[in-house]
């Protein structure tokens, strides 16, 4: 079934490439090659796809990212580097399928003035990341690349779902995020990480946090209370005794 459903997808594909030159058709070039492109995901993806929504453009994906980096890292070891390379960027496709909350992100701040009512819909957004980053298991490091390199979506998707799951965590990460942050939003959230892992963390590692509250607070937070309250709270969680 996945080669015939691969070869009807590139036969579908390749005449929409072919009509896009041939014919002045735009619509049934497009339906061509959505419909080859589509054919081709459900042929490669197979049996990782639990259902497909054409409008919606989503797939629900039964096996999850971290399961397919496992199974990588078992066979490099195993010596089939081309293999194992081919299943990183699979699992690396997985991962996407928390794309769609970093651009529900995206497109709430881009369209909704700041304030309370602004706010509130991006902590929904929250919300779901946490639920996912706690659901589902997700490779560390990928998520550490989105804190890291990713988009301001990508980011505030990281920081939820290490809030979530302390196995991804990214201490170094999470202190750039409160340094330097893209925004006052993530900077709480990275500020409500670092309260989390507070308990994990070495004398010089406190030492270190407390050193970049106390700079950003003059810098960075103006009157903005939520953030003041909670930079209060982690100073004075820093100053109890090491576990």
């Known amino acids: 079934m996945r080669l015939l459903l691969g070869g009807l997808g590139v036969g579908s594909f390749t005449a929409g490439v072919l009509a896009v030159f041939a014919t002045e058709n735009g619509t049934g070039s497009g339906v061509l090659l959505g419909f080859g492109g589509i054919l081709i995901v459900l042929a490669l993806l197979g049996n990782h796809i639990d259902s497909f929504e054409f409008g ?3 797939l629900r ?13 078992e066979t490099e070891r195993r010596g089939d580097l081309v293999e194992a390379d081919r299943l990183r960027a699979q699992a690396r496709a997985l991962l996407d399928a928390a794309g769609p909350i970093a651009d529900h992100y995206r497109s709430l701040r881009e369209s909704m003035p700041s304030g ?18 706690a659901e589902q298991a997700f490779d560390a490091a ?4 989105w804190l890291r390199e990713g988009t301001d979506g990508q980011r505030i998707t990281a920081l939820a779902m290490m809030q979530a799951r302390p ?18 939003f993530e900077q709480f959230h990275a500020m409500l990480l670092a309260l989390h892992l507070i308990e994990s963390l070495d004398p010089a590692r406190r030492r270190q946090l407390a050193g970049i509250i106390r700079r950003v607070r003059g810098q960075r937070f103006g009157e903005d209370e939520d953030r003041w309250q909670l930079s209060e709270e982690i100073l004075q969680r820093l100053e109890d005794p090491v576990p």
């Open 142 to 145: 990928e998520v550490a690349r």
């Open 167 to 184: 196995e991804l965590w990214d201490v170094d990460a999470a202190f750039a995020a409160i340094e330097d942050p893209r925004s006052a």
């Open 56 to 58: 919606g453009a989503k």
């Open 116 to 133: 309370a009512a602004r706010t509130d819909a991006l902590e929904r957004v929250v919300a779901r990341a946490r639920r996912l980053g």
């Open 61 to 73: 994906l039964r096996a999850s990212a971290a399961q397919m980096f496992a199974l990588a890292e």
